[in-house]
């Protein structure tokens, strides 16, 4: 397990993470959260933002490639389908995506969340982040 754990860390090193990952800390650190689970809280959202903003992308890749891949890889048509499989998975697994059954306020939170955000991780989004973006991702609804 130690091995293998090593070599995830070295792997995400090589290949970066992005603003689910980038996110996720601040909801361990404050909240307890496992990280895995920290970072599927905002997995499907800031999914559902990189599709929304693709036209947007600054990445050394075709980003628009990457979500076809991941439709065929999920067996999903689209987006909206891509959530509920995801959605799905976690719910398998026994992951809460509720922010208040997880005795997170994000109204209350949110300047506790933001500060907590690792920055560099997040520069790696294909698209760029602003904190408004941030703010309005964290407060939107889960469902489309």
Do not use: W
Request: hydrophobic share 40%.
């Amino acid at each position: 397990m130690c091995i293998a754990a090593n070599l995830s860390g070295k792997a995400i090193n090589i290949s970066r993470t992005t603003a689910p990952h980038a996110v996720s800390y601040p909801f361990t650190s404050f909240f307890n959260i496992s990280h895995g689970h920290a970072v599927s809280l905002t997995l499907n959202k800031f999914l559902k933002f990189n599709y929304e903003n693709i036209k947007k992308a600054d990445c050394n890749f075709n980003l628009q490639q990457r979500f076809k891949t991941l439709f065929e890889l999920t067996n999903t048509p689209d987006i909206k389908y891509l959530d509920a499989y995801l959605l799905n998975l976690k719910k398998t697994a026994g992951l809460e995506d509720n922010f208040k059954k997880l005795g997170i306020n994000i109204e209350k939170d949110y300047s506790k969340i933001l500060s907590g955000v690792n920055t560099q991780r997040l520069s790696n989004n294909p698209i760029q982040l602003k904190k408004n973006d941030i703010k309005n991702i964290l407060f939107k609804k889960m469902y489309f």
